[in-house]
């Protein structure tokens, strides 16, 4: 099985509604963050959450909201989808060495959304 | 502030062919650095990493050496594959912030 999982992992949804993207990890990670990845573009980041109640605003987080529901899960939430949310999102989490503030990001899937 | 560049895509070589993707940084500290690649309709995953100076990382035939004194960590493979097609993202972490900072990512094409 894999280690992080994102559902759903296609999502076709219309302008206005509120959508959840769901991230599940088996690897016992503190960290974890949301990306989003437009064609041609590199990785943006929204969110991330250093452990269950510490969350941050990551460079493009208007528009979007988080819940870590526990070390496994973070979620990802669109309160009024808008058609240039449409993307490729990404969760991911991260080792950290500690005293070194180094890591190593393990990723998911992805989601691809649509909004029409 | 800390930041990755690398060389713009797309990149397409024949089979075989030498492949080089330059990767520079700006950085306060020591940060790890790092590849990751991305195939087609997946997630990215990590290539190859390097913790300090002069390190070479290196995995599935790509290599990469750390360089303080160039602050450059460019990925080399001696001959590409058609498999090899995938977006490579250059990358770094351990800096002030705690997070990782990837560059923009170059796109491989690789022909038979």
């Known amino acids: 099985d894999a280690d992080v999982t994102q559902t759903p992992r296609n999502r076709i949804t219309k302008t206005g509604k509120r959508i959840m993207l769901e991230c599940s990890q088996t690897k016992g990670h503190d960290r974890m963050y949301w990306y989003r990845q437009d064609p041609g573009l590199g990785l943006r980041l929204i969110y991330y959450s250093f452990d269950v109640k510490d969350i941050n605003k990551g460079e493009i987080s208007d528009g979007y909201s988080v819940s870590r529901q526990a070390q496994a899960k973070f979620s990802l939430s669109l309160e009024s989808a808008i058609p240039n949310q449409t993307a490729l999102y990404f969760c991911?989490?991260?080792?950290?060495?500690?005293?070194?503030?180094?890591?190593?990001?393990?990723f998911g899937p992805g989601t691809r959304l649509l909004v029409l | 502030g800390n930041s990755v560049t690398q060389m713009e895509g797309p990149v397409t070589l024949s089979e075989e062919a030498f492949l080089t993707i330059n990767c520079t940084y700006t950085a306060t500290g020591y940060p790890s650095l790092f590849w990751y690649v991305q195939y087609p309709g997946e997630g990215l995953q990590l290539l190859l990493k390097?913790?300090?100076?002069?390190d070479k990382g290196s995995n599935k035939g790509f290599e990469a050496t750390y360089r303080k004194e160039t602050t450059s960590f460019h990925l080399e493979k001696g001959s590409v594959q058609v498999s090899d097609s995938a977006v490579y993202f250059c990358?770094?972490?351990?800096?002030?912030?705690?997070?990782?900072?990837f560059g923009a990512g170059t796109r491989l094409f690789v022909k038979a």
């Open positions: 390097a913790t300090k100076a002069d």
């Open positions: 991911a989490t991260s080792d950290l060495v500690k005293g070194q503030g180094k890591e190593t990001q393990y």
């Open positions: 990358a770094l972490s351990g800096t002030g912030g705690f997070k990782t900072i």
